[in-house]
């Protein structure tokens, strides 16, 4: 769905499609494309979804744009908790391991200098594989390419190089990852 004005879901109830509650949105973050996937959200789990659908996850539970069917009192999904929860409990590969999302969620990110670039918050599927991940630029960058600090860019699954010492390393550099987003976003 697209949304308009992102900011006004903040505290706003979110159900599955059959009425579900799972949680509240906390947050908004810009995306590389307004278009597709659009924004994305942080949702506060609730008690009975995070104990019961997320392993008791206290991180925010990312969405995006499309995962929104319709906007009113609350936020409405297009999908069951049951399919919100199949990428949660996901094991994510990082070159040649494995981590858990939970783990994967909130965990920063260093290009192959070892330059930090930003935080994994969010993904983007499609039939059931990771299509893209979410980085939260580090705001160093942020300030330095005049990007809006909850600023979203796409980074490849393939580019994952190693996962360690709860970080995560791509092989890729700055000037390569951003050359890879000049083709993928609107700045």
Same mark, same amino acid.
């Given at each position: 769905m697209k949304i308009n004005n992102p900011e006004n879901l903040v505290g706003k109830a979110v159900v599955d499609t059959n009425g579900k509650t799972v949680g509240v949105i906390d947050k908004t973050y810009n995306s590389w494309s307004q278009d597709w996937p659009g924004y994305f959200f942080g949702i506060k789990?609730?008690?009975?979804? &995070?104990?019961?659908?997320?392993?008791?996850?206290?991180? +925010?539970?990312?969405?995006?744009?499309?995962?929104?069917?319709?906007?009113?009192? &609350?936020?409405?999904?297009?999908?069951?908790?049951?399919? +919100?929860?199949?990428?949660?409990?996901?094991a994510v590969a990082c070159g040649q391991t494995t981590c858990p999302t939970d783990e994967f969620i909130e965990t920063p990110v260093f290009d192959k200098t070892n330059s930090r670039i930003g935080t994994i918050l969010s993904w983007v599927e499609q039939e059931g594989t990771y299509k893209n991940y979410g980085l939260l630029l580090d705001p160093f960058l942020c300030n330095q390419w005049k990007l809006p600090y909850n600023t979203i860019m796409p980074l490849d699954p393939n580019y994952l190089a190693d996962y360690k010492n709860h970080t995560i390393c791509v092989d890729k550099t700055l000037d390569q990852l951003r050359e890879y987003w000049k083709h993928h976003q609107e700045f």
């Open positions: 789990l609730n008690t009975d979804a &995070r104990n019961q659908y997320f392993r008791g996850t206290t991180k +925010l539970l990312p969405i995006y744009s499309a995962y929104i069917r319709e906007v009113g009192e &609350r936020v409405n999904l297009h999908m069951t908790i049951d399919v +919100l929860c199949s990428f949660w409990n996901k």
